[in-house]
């Protein structure tokens, strides 16, 4: 009789329009002989639902390899019933799908079972069950052909089938829901069911076989009767999307599952704007009603894609036959930068930010620090990108509790746990008296570090720069006003000290006076300070650059009439310097320059290629296993916009169009800050304006 199962189950393919629950179809794994151990799942479904003792029940088991291809895999029974045996059986490699024949004995005892069927490859080991119900001996069995368990769909002729085992009957049924459909005779027992003429909708069957009074049921098989063609949902990208990443799936959702074997490559048309093929593959989702295209290479930025489902139209089916009756065309755009959010303010209403930092911690994830007013005190605030959205660290930060107090000037760094700690200048309310406060995340909370004390009462700090050395040594550069002049000092705090350590003073040269403007860097053990100073020999403000205690280097300033620097340090722990130059008041001659140590010397300042005018505030930022990233904002089209380049072929090369949050015009974008994540990508925070107020706008690379 299982042979006749079989030779059934042949017969009815490609006679019917129906479909049953196919799932979906799967790349092929990656082959690894060396791995006897390999991960992998499989299916068990029995040929039969009722079995008389003494018989067999066939049970047809696939395997799928999780990552790379084992081998062989030996299946048994776990604690079987009394009664109940299968002969272990192995699968060799190579092989995924196989039949497996479960025995029971004469003397099984009738009732509902279930049996455990275990896989195992090496060390792994996979478990799944099998139902059976064993009847009575002299009782008759019931069993469907097809429909196979699950629901079948039908928009036309369903082939129905079934075998009675145990004797003959004297009445046989089939029973739509509770109705008889028709009373089949012969054996093999075969009924087409015409179902165009039923209403479109859900179907109990199940059939009814009578001998001598008794009556033996079959268990139910659910029929989908539908005729209604599917149609597109939803889709993603959607329509002129313009943040698109380059590694973004296209998904189109349908109204109802589809049938995976009409799921085809060629069903999607994915090309570039200028119309050229882009490579891809189809997949469908386990529940049949998400298509995802994903292209097999990066898209290209900028660029725009074409997705055009016609193609689908009609070929693309439901699990009943039901062709899409229409799809859509669509294209979008992949922007060359991506933001992060939108508008970041902490404080509602018409309130400005200013002096944006932008760090990343060691997940890579963007941390913000800036200064707020929220209308009766300034504060500083600290926020986080989650992957989604920007979360706030913390109350807002004030070394004093009274109204009306004024913090700026964040500087911001990462410790050696990835958390942030956080520096800014306030004033007192004493005059110009200003105080510098440093705090430290925690993971939960901001801790107080110690205000660094000035040598004199008389004394103000202000201006901090934090950078953190490799050993979590906390180093805290700041402007010094003495009364009498100016000067940039250090304070050092480690973990285990429970004060700042004794300040230091940068190296002091006869020719060069009132140093402002620290800026600093680390690399290795090494501390690098950029600032502003007034060079007796050139009667101008220029640059100097210290290692640490250290004279400046190479004895020369850097620039002509130089202010806003900034620093960092290349992988051979060299520091770099880029700042702006203005000859003319008001500043609309602007020019970024840049140079760098060559070990004995400075390489000779070179200003940085672009058509703006008024370019300031530069922010550096140098990688290590790619190109380094300067920005800086300027005037193009009379508009200031953000300017990126990169150091590409021994100069600074543009990136694309200049970054603008907001389309309308008179929106200056001013003081951005650059930071690179571990793969060298560059992420850029800045402040723009419009007639009401400024907020802080992210970007990233869309790589």
């Known amino acids: 009789m299982p ?31 060396a791995d006897p151990d390999a991960d992998f799942t499989f299916t068990a479904t029995p040929a039969q639902e009722q079995v008389l003792p003494g018989g067999t029940l066939d049970c047809d ?36 799908r196989a039949t497996l024949s479960i025995r029971l004995g004469a003397g099984t005892e009738p009732g509902a079972y279930t049996l455990t069927l275990q896989g195992k490859s090496g060390t792994v080991t996979k478990q799944a069950t099998v139902s059976v119900t064993v009847g009575k001996a002299g009782d008759l069995v019931v069993n469907w052909v097809v429909p196979t368990p699950g629901k079948a769909y039908t928009r036309g002729p369903l082939l129905l089938q079934f075998t009675v085992e145990g004797g003959a009957a004297e009445q046989v049924e089939i029973l739509k829901d509770t109705t008889v459909l028709v009373k089949p005779t012969g054996s093999p027992y075969s009924f087409t069911w015409d179902t165009t003429s039923e209403a479109e909708g859900t179907y109990q069957l199940s059939i009814r076989a009578t001998r001598g009074g008794a009556v033996f049921t079959s268990a139910p098989r659910t029929v989908i009767v539908d005729r209604t063609a599917p149609t597109v949902a939803s889709f993603l990208p959607a329509k002129d999307a313009v943040t698109v990443g380059v590694r973004d ?59 055009d489902l016609t193609a689908a139209a009609g070929a693309l089916t439901d699990l009943a036959g039901n062709g899409v009756a229409s799809a859509p065309a669509w294209s979008f755009s992949v922007p060359t930068w991506l933001p992060m959010g939108g508008a970041v303010s902490a404080v509602g209403g018409a309130t400005s930010t200013e002096s944006v930092v932008l760090k990343l911690d060691h997940d890579d994830r963007p941390i913000l620090a800036w200064a707020e007013s929220d209308g009766s005190s300034k504060n500083i605030y600290v926020s986080r ?12 930060l004030s070394g004093f509790s009274a109204i009306g107090t004024n913090a700026a000037t964040p500087t911001l760094a990462i410790d050696t746990a990835g958390e942030p700690v956080v520096a800014w200048g306030e004033t007192t309310g004493n005059g110009d008296e200003r105080t510098v406060f440093v705090r430290r995340w925690t993971g939960t909370t901001w801790e107080s570090l110690p205000s660094p004390t000035p040598p004199s009462s008389l004394d103000t700090l202000f201006n901090p720069s934090l950078t953190i050395t490799s050993d979590n040594t906390i180093n805290l550069f700041t402007s010094l006003y003495d009364t009498a002049g100016y000067s940039i000092i250090c304070y050092q705090h480690s973990n285990q000290a429970a004060s700042w350590q004794q300040p230091w003073e940068l190296h ?30 050139t009667s101008k403000r220029n640059i100097a650059v210290y290692k640490g205690k250290e004279p400046y280097l190479g004895g020369t300033t850097l620039g002509n009439s130089s202010t806003t620097p900034s620093i960092g340090a290349d992988s051979n722990g060299r ?44 922010s550096l930022a140098l990688a290590k296993g790619g190109p380094h990233v300067l920005t800086w904002s300027g005037i193009i089209d009379s508009e200031r916009s953000i300017l990126v380049s990169q150091w590409s072929a021994n100069s600074w090369q543009t990136m694309n169009a200049p970054l603008n949050a907001l389309s309308a015009a008179g929106t200056p974008a001013t003081a951005p800050s650059v930071a690179l994540n571990s793969t060298a990508q560059p992420f850029v925070a800045w402040t723009e304006a419009d007639a009401s107020a400024a907020s802080i706008y992210v970007v990233r690379i869309n790589r």
């Open 385 to 396: 990108w989650n992957g989604e959205s920007w979360f706030m660290l913390g109350a807002p």
């Open 3 to 33: 042979n006749l199962k079989h030779l059934l189950l042949l017969s009815c393919l490609g006679l019917s329009p129906a479909c049953i629950d196919v799932p979906p179809l799967e790349d092929p794994p990656k082959e690894d002989p």
């Open 508 to 537: 002091d040269d006869p020719y060069l006076f009132n140093p402002g403007a620290p800026v600093s860097t680390t690399s290795g053990g090494n501390i690098f300070v950029a600032a502003t100073v007034f060079d007796d020999h």
């Open 249 to 307: 799936s296209i998904q189109v959702t349908f109204s109802e599952p589809m049938n995976p074997l009409s799921v085809t490559e060629a069903a999607v048309g994915l090309k570039t704007g200028a119309g050229d093929a882009i490579a891809k593959s189809v997949a469908l989702s386990a529940d049949g009603q998400t298509l995802t295209v994903t292209p097999l290479s990066d898209l290209t930025a900028p660029s725009t894609v074409q997705v």
């Open 575 to 618: 520091p770099w310097v880029a700042w702006s130059e203005f000859d003319s008041a008001p500043q609309s001659d602007g020019q970024i320059f840049w140079a760098r140590w060559e070990g004995s010397s400075w390489t000779a300042p070179v200003a940085v290629n672009t058509r703006a005018t008024g370019n300031s505030t530069p």
């Open 61 to 96: 088991v696939r395997l799928a390899w999780a990552d790379t291809t084992g081998g062989a895999v030996t299946w048994s029974l776990v604690s079987p019933p009394a009664g109940i045996e299968l002969q272990p059986f192995t699968l060799p490699k190579g092989e995924t």
